[in-house]
């Protein structure tokens, strides 16, 4: 019931919202002289406050529509190159000017945590200019028929290693997060099934591979709370007149509640600072505000059955670090993995996985050559600045393109490793 009634509260405060989006309007148009005043624009500041913090975002767009190639600006163009219900392939096709196949194949995993995959619109800014870009673009799951079946970390796992099959060879893949386990399982059971499209390189970026490491308040609050817990608590059924009504979903809102309370302090002064931007006529500050609110405000439903299961396998039992993680009825052995380069990147100040979570992927990896191997720890950045920022561009993204060059499957020699059988813990 929570979730309708979070529903009908959205539904009835509508056309307080409407006059509240008329108010700001009158109040900042500069024909109207009351406008040119601290008090005219303190009334528009406050309409556009509680417009925008009553407002449901709708998923942004990634709105990259140029980069740069070879020393040339170039047009992009978005496509969807592959689809099911959960999930769309989205290819950042770059003009005539690129020929494809003469860059990397580069698969972004977007995470399925609440945000949508334009959460990563810097990281593929960033490397547009060095690949040939793909992100799964994840779907609401408010927005899929309960028709169309269900969806679960064994589904997500299965998408990755389907969409690796349509990308073909020498594909590197980039995790972001969450789908760090997802993606160390499938490039394990390819690894396993001796399949050639396996990745050339995966980098792991800030994920919770091994969450015993530096535990953070997420990890903490997981442990404390066990799965039983969530189940009760914060899944609930879609409400009509939803195209998925009646499916079972951890809703979006409560997970950016949840979020936004382990910095509610920070919200606050962001929005006060907001107000105050408008009331002096500080455009370029109260648009940066706007650019990061419609962004980290736009939120998703993921299914009941995908976030308990996550949950329950990296954050309650650890199972992937434990040896003990199954896809179907199969083991994940992340030392079955010899042939794809293993790059790892977390940082300093990341409160949401803890340093030497992302790396423990080399202490399971086992039999991936000394020489196929890297970890960077980013100075001075939190989870967010490990993708995205400044510190990005300049110190993360050479690294990963100079990885991905040096081991792509046509510029190394193929060397069967030495095996070594991993330890039971």
Same mark, same amino acid.
């Given at each position: ?11 009835? +405060? ?10 700001? +309007? ?39 529509? *140029? ?21 769309? +392939? ?100 390819? *690894? ?85 931007? +408008? ?15 419609? *962004? ?130």
């Amino acid at each position: 019931m929570f979730y309708q009634f979070y529903e009908l509260s959205h539904a009835s +405060l509508q056309p307080v919202r409407v006059c509240a989006d008329a108010m700001r +309007l009158f109040y900042s148009n500069p024909l109207n002289p009351v406008s040119h005043t601290a008090w005219g624009r303190s009334a528009a500041a406050a309409a556009e406050l509680f417009e925008r913090t009553t407002r449901r975002y709708g998923k942004p767009v990634f709105g990259l529509d *140029e980069t740069t190639a070879n020393a040339q600006s170039v047009e992009v163009t978005e496509t969807t190159v592959w689809q099911k219900p959960f999930c769309k +392939l989205i290819n950042f096709e770059r003009s005539a000017q690129c020929e494809k196949g003469t860059e990397p194949k580069l698969l972004i995993v977007a995470p399925m945590s609440g945000h949508y995959a334009t959460l990563l619109r810097g990281t593929v800014e960033a490397m547009l200019p060095h690949a040939d870009v793909y992100i799964t673009d994840w779907t609401d799951a408010r927005k899929v028929p309960v028709t169309d079946g269900s969806f679960d970390l064994d589904d997500y796992i299965d998408y990755i290693i389907d969409i690796l099959h349509f990308l073909g060879p020498d594909t590197h893949v980039m995790a972001v997060c969450q789908p760090s386990v997802p993606v160390l399982a499938a490039a394990a059971l390819m *690894e396993a099934r001796g399949d050639q499209f396996a990745p050339s390189s995966m980098t792991l970026m800030g994920g919770p591979i091994d969450t015993r490491q530096s535990p953070t308040a997420v990890n903490a609050f997981a442990q404390e709370k066990g799965i039983d817990w969530f189940r009760e608590n914060v899944i609930m059924q879609v409400p009509w007149p939803n195209p998925g009504y009646m499916r079972d979903v951890y809703p979006g809102f409560l997970q950016l509640s949840g979020f936004m309370s382990m910095n509610l302090d920070r919200h606050l002064g962001a929005h006060k600072d907001f107000f105050m931007h +408008l009331v002096k006529d500080d455009g370029d500050s109260a648009e940066k505000h706007r650019d990061f609110y419609d *962004e980290y405000l736009a939120v998703m439903d993921m299914t009941a059955e995908f976030y308990l299961q996550t949950v329950d396998t990296v954050f309650v039992r650890q199972a992937l670090p434990n040896g003990t993680m199954m896809h179907r009825a199969e083991n994940v052995d992340p030392a079955a993995i010899r042939n794809v380069a293993l790059l790892t990147i977390e940082g300093e100040n990341d409160d949401i996985s803890g340093i030497g979570q992302t790396r423990a992927a080399h202490d399971l990896c086992v039999n991936i050559p000394q020489s196929m191997r890297s970890h960077y720890l980013q100075p001075s950045v939190g989870h967010y600045g490990v993708f995205n920022g400044s510190r990005f561009r300049k110190e993360i993204v050479p690294r990963i393109v100079d990885f991905m060059a040096a081991h792509s499957r046509s510029s190394r020699k193929q060397a069967r490793p030495r095996i070594v059988h991993s330890a039971k813990p």
